[in-house]
């Protein structure tokens, strides 16, 4: 069973930091593009950050851009979302996406274009 688990979430107060780190279970995510995706209650799922497999090309959200970085260690078959800066409107459940294509040039940034999804973790940034 391909599974996606993201870890590091919690509490925190607005100006600090947090590091998200999605671990995927097969050895295939480390050729695929993944991504970072949000959901705050009432609302609904949203683009945070992209990485192509290689890990050369990057995507962000403009909302987060310049404050967060996404990132991989293919050794470890994990992808990181390093979240400085934080805001009390970046509240909301993380969840780690993974694509089943292999070698694409380039981003995903519709969640729809996504295949497997971790279960989230919360994030919680207060005033």
């Known amino acids: 069973q391909v599974q996606l688990v993201e870890s590091g979430g919690g509490l925190v107060q607005a100006g600090g930091s947090l590091r998200l780190s999605c671990v995927a279970s097969?050895?295939?995510?480390?050729?695929?593009?993944m991504g970072w995706f949000r959901q705050a209650p009432g609302k609904e799922r949203e683009f945070v950050a992209a990485?192509?497999?290689?890990?050369?090309?990057?995507y962000y959200a403009r909302s987060v851009k310049d404050r967060f970085t996404i990132s991989r260690d293919k050794a470890k078959n994990t992808v990181y979302l390093q979240m400085n800066s934080l805001k009390p409107e970046d509240t909301a459940v993380y969840y780690c996406?993974?694509?089943?294509?292999?070698?694409?040039?380039?981003?995903?940034?519709?969640?729809?274009?996504?295949?497997?999804w971790g279960q989230g973790t919360q994030v919680t940034v207060s005033s």
């Open positions: 996406a993974a694509e089943t294509t292999s070698f694409r040039v380039g981003v995903l940034s519709s969640s729809n274009e996504y295949d497997y």
């Open positions: 097969a050895r295939t995510f480390s050729t695929t593009a």
């Open positions: 990485i192509s497999w290689s890990g050369g090309i990057t």
